[in-house]
């Protein structure tokens, strides 16, 4: 895609500015850190109003994005079963059954839940669970910050990769959890409105004028096979596609970036209500990319290689609008950046750390934020498909963290046996086919089509398996956590 040079300047121009105004929003966060506490969750102060974009923010990024409009111009609906409709129902689900009882234990990181329901063999099992799965998503959102600095400077994805990672770290150093609130409430709004700008311009682009007749021309033109969300055959399709779902839907659930903006609310109410609006919001705003994709398909026919979003933007909107809009795609891909990053650095400061010698400062914290930053762009240059990272970061924590998670927050545990069994089986399952690169259990064996059996489900049945040798259901004190 050949790009005016004038336009260029000012793209070039208006991300700078951009990117300085990040860091001022940083800086004066900066004053408001305090302790570690200040750094991890914001001091438990954000309202619902910061809550809830701070979570949508979170996921909103490359994938959702750019990833989910690319994948269903060939694969269809049924392609982005995992982001964004198995993401936008964990929402759903954390609102409505995890973010009260987990808001209630005033905990830091998802591994204090563990280390004070199972003790501290758990806690330590679940912080080596939780913390390399977010080096595959934060290593997409690098990729595709790299890819549209290739596309519309010429930088080579290398030292993209690398400008992307500093400036992504810089700003989350300096203020923490409440740099990446503020600067997420900032950048989620220029997504949503470049979004819904974007959609508007295509739509009337594709139906002469009528963004009804865009949309109606979507649906009569677009293959069929392609707007089938749920695939009706009872086989292995249909078996790889709730996995997908279930990838996206629970094994969020345990996600340290999720429960650290539940810590971070100001109440209970606040918790539960942030996670609803933004459930809600994630899957009406995530359906744009998806309409565009198809959208694309119908207007770029003979063009299924390039990257569709940042192609319509050059296309269709004027100069000064499309410069806007890639800003608007930037800044997503930032606002998930700082928030992935900070995650599992709260778990090495707070929940690792202190194990071989160094106490939980706000000095250590920022050295796992540079840690989990370099580790990342390490996985980032070995280089992967984006979906295939980003699923590989939700399995593990599925397979790992949810059963032990879920049962421990609706039952009085007697022992740290069962969680520490169901995390070292799901994990080890997972960990060892996709070392192998076995796409189904035990897929020599699997000679049949119904045999096909989804590692990801597969391993999370065992994990819950292995939990219940240690505690049966039968004997299992089960209870209902009671409100504040």
């Given at each position: 895609?050949?790009?005016?040079?004038?336009?260029?300047?000012?793209?070039?121009?208006?991300?700078?500015?951009?990117?300085?105004?990040?860091?001022?929003?940083?800086?004066?966060?900066?004053?408001?850190?305090?302790?570690?506490?200040?750094?991890?969750?914001?001091?438990?102060?954000?309202?619902?109003?910061?809550?809830?974009?701070?979570?949508?923010?979170?996921?909103?990024?490359?994938?959702?994005?750019?990833?989910?409009?690319?994948?269903?111009?060939?694969?269809?609906?049924?392609?982005?079963?995992?982001?964004?409709?198995?993401?936008?129902?964990?929402?759903?689900?954390?609102?409505?059954?995890?973010?009260?009882?987990?808001?209630?234990?005033?905990?830091?990181?998802?591994?204090?839940?563990?280390?004070?329901?199972?003790?501290?063999?758990?806690?330590?099992?679940?912080?080596?669970?939780?913390?390399?799965?977010?080096?595959?998503?934060?290593?997409?959102?690098?990729?595709?910050?790299?890819?549209?600095?290739?596309?519309?400077?010429?930088?080579?994805?290398?030292?993209?990769?690398?400008?992307?990672?500093?400036?992504?770290?810089?700003?989350?150093?300096?203020?923490?959890?409440?740099?990446?609130?503020?600067?997420?409430?900032?950048?989620?709004?220029?997504?949503?409105?470049?979004?819904?700008?974007?959609?508007?311009?295509?739509?009337?682009?594709?139906?002469?004028?009528?963004?009804?007749?865009?949309?109606?021309?979507?649906?009569?033109?677009?293959?069929?096979?392609?707007?089938?969300?749920?695939?009706?055959?009872?086989?292995?399709?249909?078996?790889?596609?709730?996995?997908?779902?279930?990838?996206?839907?629970?094994?969020?659930?345990?996600?340290?970036?999720?429960?650290?903006?539940?810590?971070?609310?100001?109440?209970?109410?606040?918790?539960?209500?942030?996670?609803?609006?933004?459930?809600?919001?994630?899957?009406?705003?995530?359906?744009?990319?998806l309409m565009l994709g198809l959208a694309g398909n119908l207007m770029f026919p003979t063009q299924m290689e390039v990257?569709?979003?940042?192609?319509?933007?050059?296309?269709?909107?004027?100069?000064?609008?499309?410069?806007?809009?890639?800003?608007?795609?930037?800044?997503?891909?930032?606002?998930?950046?700082?928030?992935?990053?900070?995650?599992?650095?709260?778990?090495?400061?707070?929940?690792?750390?202190p194990r071989i010698g160094y106490s939980d400062t706000l000095k250590t914290n920022r050295v796992a934020v540079s840690?989990?930053?370099?580790?990342?762009?390490?996985?980032?240059?070995?280089?992967?498909?984006?979906?295939?990272?980003?699923?590989?970061?939700?399995?593990?924590?599925?397979?790992?963290?949810?059963?032990?998670?879920?049962?421990?927050?609706?039952?009085?545990?007697?022992?740290?046996?069962?969680?520490?069994?169901?995390?070292?089986?799901?994990?080890?399952?997972?960990?060892?086919?996709?070392?192998?690169?076995?796409?189904?259990?035990?897929?020599?064996?699997?000679?049949?089509?119904?045999?096909?059996?989804?590692?990801?489900?597969?391993?999370?049945?065992?994990?819950?398996?292995?939990?219940?040798?240690?505690?049966?259901?039968?004997?299992?004190?089960?209870?209902?956590?009671?409100?504040?």
């Amino acid at each position: 895609m050949t790009i005016d040079p004038s336009l260029k300047w000012l793209l070039g121009t208006c991300t700078i500015l951009y990117v300085i105004a990040m860091y001022v929003i940083g800086y004066i966060a900066q004053r408001k850190i305090q302790n570690a506490e200040d750094f991890l969750v914001a001091g438990r102060q954000l309202p619902v109003s910061l809550a809830w974009m701070t979570l949508l923010a979170t996921w909103f990024g490359a994938a959702t994005l750019l990833g989910a409009a690319d994948e269903v111009r060939t694969g269809g609906l049924r392609a982005v079963a995992l982001d964004p409709f198995g993401a936008g129902f964990c929402l759903l689900l954390a609102g409505l059954f995890v973010a009260g009882p987990m808001w209630r234990m005033q905990l830091l990181t998802v591994p204090d839940f563990f280390q004070r329901k199972f003790g501290r063999t758990a806690e330590l099992i679940a912080s080596i669970v939780l913390v390399p799965s977010y080096f595959g998503w934060i290593a997409v959102q690098f990729t595709a910050m790299a890819g549209m600095f290739n596309l519309f400077f010429d930088i080579p994805i290398t030292y993209g990769l690398v400008l992307v990672a500093v400036i992504g770290t810089g700003y989350t150093l300096m203020g923490g959890m409440w740099s990446v609130t503020l600067t997420d409430a900032v950048q989620v709004s220029l997504v949503l409105a470049g979004l819904v700008v974007m959609a508007i311009v295509v739509l009337m682009e594709l139906g002469n004028g009528s963004v009804e007749v865009g949309l109606t021309r979507i649906a009569k033109e677009t293959d069929p096979e392609l707007l089938v969300l749920i695939p009706t055959d009872k086989g292995s399709e249909f078996l790889k596609w709730m996995s997908l779902f279930l990838v996206g839907a629970l094994g969020n659930l345990p996600g340290q970036d999720l429960m650290q903006r539940v810590f971070s609310s100001n109440s209970e109410r606040t918790a539960k209500q942030a996670c609803l609006i933004a459930g809600i919001a994630y899957l009406g705003f995530g359906a744009i990319p998806l309409m565009l994709g198809l959208a694309g398909n119908l207007m770029f026919p003979t063009q299924m290689e390039v990257d569709i979003l940042p192609t319509m933007a050059h296309a269709f909107l004027h100069p000064v609008v499309a410069v806007v809009f890639v800003v608007a795609l930037l800044s997503a891909v930032l606002s998930t950046i700082d928030s992935a990053i900070l995650a599992p650095a709260s778990v090495l400061a707070q929940n690792l750390f202190p194990r071989i010698g160094y106490s939980d400062t706000l000095k250590t914290n920022r050295v796992a934020v540079s840690i989990v930053a370099c580790c990342s762009l390490g996985v980032a240059f070995v280089g992967k498909r984006v979906y295939e990272l980003l699923e590989s970061s939700y399995s593990l924590m599925l397979v790992g963290l949810f059963v032990p998670m879920m049962l421990g927050i609706y039952s009085r545990p007697r022992s740290g046996r069962p969680a520490i069994a169901a995390l070292v089986v799901g994990s080890l399952t997972w960990a060892v086919h996709y070392g192998i690169g076995w796409e189904y259990f035990l897929q020599p064996l699997a000679l049949f089509e119904s045999m096909r059996l989804p590692v990801s489900l597969t391993a999370t049945v065992l994990a819950l398996v292995a939990y219940f040798v240690f505690e049966p259901p039968w004997k299992i004190e089960w209870h209902q956590p009671s409100p504040s």
